[in-house]
Each structure stands twice: as structure tokens, then as C-alpha cells.
């Protein structure tokens, strides 16, 4: 028997996952029951479906134990090329890479979910990695939060243009709070960021004549571009300059984010140095190149989510106070509240994102009685 069949199911923890089901997502509403203890198996008692317990996680369908796919996904998100975990584990190549392209779909979805709602971000710094793929260059464009360090998703394309910049900050957008305090860019010289950041940080007021909508810019939006000048391979000269905003209100937002220093792009430098080591298609002069922009967009997620949720940060522990520790360690997502612990990959393979809130259906005339009961109860 697999060592997790013998963990207890756990009807309480669990929610149903059909899409039909007006108790979809919603967790301790007795709606489920064990179905098979053998098979760890729930059944939803509304709408009369079973499921697997795994279901909604990284291992569901997938032959392997869970122990051996997390070893494997752990190296991987760790810089490990997919060449030596096949020869090490004795696992065909299309397997890793079908784990690879899971795992990443399951952390991006985790990231939408938990990552991707409004906070109050202060300072957030983009740049782009230029990927060597085996046809052709791609371009991953990525954004940090400086304060608590938060990895705020990526991007990738073929080309370094204005829609792969537009996606990256509409990203960018969903997880910032209209409502917080100034928000300051702080970019490479790329002619596209400005533009782009003040054209999708707009909410529209409400309509007061016939036609479109008005859209209003963000208060106190801050943008500042930092310019490296080369002679050959070597930087030569920075230039700083303001795109947006009083140098006053940019210098308060960088002492309350990082500190003392200057408008820089240092951090998001840094994590590209971090995804550079832990994503091994990403090393320099490497022949394990990336193949397509799918693999780079799931080897991406994977990376970045275990770095937002499993990676304790240096720069975020706090002093102990209790139990004796000398220091406590944070990872990004507990600096940023989103969590309270720093999980274990096999907690964030297993995780299963609740579907959003049953609606319910439209239909013409007055609801039945049943309908109106279910409106009632899960609505
Ligand atoms: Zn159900």
C-alpha cells in the first residue's frame, strides 16, 4: 500500500469539484462523505458524484507515487536538468516533461488564486530575460514586489515587444490594491513600459452621459527608469531617470520599501540570477536548452511559485521571540500575509484551488421551489 493511503480522508477539508454542483468550492458544509476508504474516494451527497481525493492536485491521474513525482518536481524547480533526473530515476523523458508542463499549469492556477489579489504593493520592479531556445531567442519578462519580495508572475514570448510588457502588467494590476498608497515602477529603459503601465492602471467612473465610459489613471502612480550605458560587455554608466511623479514622492516610497538607496532595479536583477540557477534551461552557455514557450511558461510557474511559497528569504526573518529561536525565516508569500507557514512542495502540488462560487442558472418565469431552496442554501 502507498504511505498516503494511509493518511485518513478528511470529508471536512475537502469540497466538491464538479462544475454543476451548487456546493462547488465551498469547504465544512457536510456536503461530503467518504465514498471508498480503499480507493480514497469522496461523494458529494448533493449532487450525487464521487471523486478521487487527488483530484485537483498535481498527482491525480498520474501512475507514479506521489513521493517519487514530488523528488522529481523538487529538482527540477531547483535547477536540476531533465536529462539527469531521467538517467537517476529511470523515468522515460516525455513523463518528466508531462510532469513539468502539470506542475506548471497547477502553480500558475495556485498563483492566480492566492498570489494574484489586491495588495498594497509600494514598490514593484519588471525586467526581461532574453532565453536561449533550441530555435531562436525567447523573452521572459517578469515582475518583483520589493517589499516583501513576492514574485509577481511572468511572461513569455518570442518577441520583446509592447504585448508581451501589456501582460506582464495587466498581471501586475491584478495584484495590486487601487486603495493602497503610492505605487512606484522602476524598469530598464524598454520605450514600451511607460506607455503601457499608464494605459492599463485605469478604472472607469461611472457613467454620467451618453457614451463611453471615462477612464481615470491610478493616483499616485510613480514610474522611473533606470538606463545602463555598455562599452562592449560592460556597464559603463547608469542613468536614473523620472518618468512620472516628484523625485520627493519616489525617494519616500524607496525608504519605505527597501530602505536607503537609489531608483534601481536590483531586485528583480537578483531574481533573475535566482531563476537563472534554478531553472536549468535559463543557465548561461547550457545545452539544455528550452524547446518551446510552454515549457519556459510551466518551468517559470514552477519556479516562481516554489520561491513565493516553500524558499525562506534571508532578507525577510524577523527576530524570535519565542521558543528560542534565534531568527524566524519568512518566505515571500508570509511577508506578503498571504500565508502563515512556509509550505513543502508536496503542499503546494497537493493544493486544490476551490472553483469559484456556484451562480445560479437563468431561466425565464419564477424559480421552483427546489431552485429557490438551493439559491438559499448556496447561493
Ligand atoms: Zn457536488
Known sequence: ?????????????????????????????????????????????????????????????????????????????????????????????????????????????????????PQDLGQVQCDELRVKAQRGVLWLAMAICVRTRLWLGAEVSPQRDGQLIERLIQRVKRCASALGGPLLFCMDGLASYPPTIKRVFREKLPRTARGRCQLVEW????????????????????ARRIYQGTSAAVAAVIQATQGVGAINTAYIERLNGTFRSCLSSLARRTRALTRTSASLHAGAYLVGTVYNFCTEHTSLRLPGLVGGHKWLGRTPAMAAGLTTHCWSVKELLSYRVPPARWRPPKRRGRPSAALKELIKQWG
Not at 462523505?33 to 464521487?50: N, P
Not at 518528466?96 to 492556477?109: P, T, Y
Open 1 to 117: 500500500m502507498k504511505p498516503e493511503n494511509l493518511l485518513p480522508l478528511a470529508p471536512a477539508q475537502a469540497f466538491c469539484l464538479n462544475p454543476d454542483c451548487p456546493a462547488k468550492g465551498q469547504v465544512g458544509q457536510g456536503n461530503l462523505g467518504v465514498h471508498s476508504h480503499k480507493e480514497r474516494r469522496f461523494v458529494c451527497h448533493l449532487c450525487h458524484q464521487t471523486f478521487s481525493a487527488r483530484k485537483g492536485s498535481v498527482f491525480y491521474r498520474l501512475q507514479k507515487e506521489a513521493a517519487l513525482v514530488t523528488q522529481v518536481l523538487t529538482l527540477l524547480a531547483h535547477g536540476c536538468p531533465v536529462q539527469a533526473i531521467v538517467v537517476a530515476f529511470q523515468l522515460d523523458e516525455r513523463t518528466v516533461r508531462d510532469w513539468l508542463a502539470k506542475s506548471g499549469a497547477h502553480c500558475q492556477a495556485v498563483h492566480e488564486h492566492l498570489v494574484e489579489q
Open 219 to 238: 493616483p499616485r502612480l510613480l514610474l522611473a527608469q533606470v538606463v545602463k550605458q555598455y562599452d562592449g560587455q560592460r556597464v559603463s554608466g547608469v
